[in-house]
């Protein structure tokens, strides 16, 4: 309690309120029913338990990836108050007004901000932490502080690499055991998984926040703050978007399966108000000099297509499943959408490229 006090002076009491997959989080109270969220690294992956060791050096990056996010997308994370690197916490803006994205969607309600303000922190960070603009040291000072190792490693095990093979880690419901066996047989989709883990350890792009999806952003009618960015490192921009876009298309597959259709084309809505603005964000930042902005535009797309639709198998097969698909009751309906949402991932990552933000949401989601 000692080392919030220098932030929240009057801090008498906490209590424990995550429920994340890696690390501890509490809500501290003040007086006048002021608080601060303190998050702290544990040695290992909460999910699996102490058989699966992490890095304790994730809190460093997340505390530098905040700060860095703050300053060149300000108010739309939440602010840093301090990190003790003793401890490996992190002390932030309690954001108690809010709440998850991913929930808000499932409950469907909506917030007509946080699309756009999505797709205005990722052109924010793509272009203001690449090497379009600033100066060329600084990026590379960037590159070097932001390696990021032990966290790159769960990332392809689990999205790139368990989905794919036979392993204890994997989370596939009974009913799906065919379609888990076809996905590991499936020559092409096994040669296009293999080039995106390529690619996401090989392109040093900007400094992506690498989980972002729509548990790790929280909304409120007011603003939307990205939060959890342990995973950030110097990756491609593509995988950043892509898990946007994947994830909205996981809801959007959940409710039309549930017989939500006015909800399902809000949802549809908030993916392209989402690309829209990420890319008008990157056109008012792109410099002037640099004659190819249609040609890199083109060529996120698609590597968004292909990130989308890898975040959507694993959400399926592989570990850590999602609400909008696990909380569908009935066995039949909720089936239906996994089968969809396997479809439509397949579809993503084995689509050569995409020439539209249209023809990515048809391939995600299907027949209507």
Known sequence: MEFVRPVLPSASRAEEIGDGNLNLIFRVFGEDDLSVIVKQALPYLRIVGESWPLTLERARIEADALALQDRLAPGLVPRLFGYDPDRKAIVMEDLRSFEVWRAALNAERTY??????????????????????????DW?????????????????????????????????????????????????LLQAVAALRHQFRTRAEA?????LHTGSVMVSPAGTRMIDPEFAFMGPMGFDSGAVLGNLAIAFIAHRAQGHRQFATTTARDARTFWDTLAETISGLWPDDEPWRDRFMAGLLTDSAHYAGAKMIRRIVGLAHVSDITGIADADVRRQAQVAVLRGGRALVCAPEVADIGGLWKLAVGAP
């Open 112 to 137: 007509p901000r946080a699309a756009a303000d999505v797709g205005r922190f990722c052109g924010q960070m793509f272009m203001r932490t690449s090497n379009l603009l600033g100066d060329p040291d």
């Open 140 to 188: 590379k000072a960037l590159l070097a502080r932001s390696v990021n190792p032990e966290l790159c490693a769960i990332t392809e095990d689990l999205v790139f690499s368990a989905p794919y093979i036979d392993v204890p880690s994997n989370d596939v419901e009974e009913h799906l055991t065919e379609e888990a066996a076809a996905l590991r047989r499936d020559g092409e």
């Open 207 to 211: 400094l992506i926040h690498g989980d």
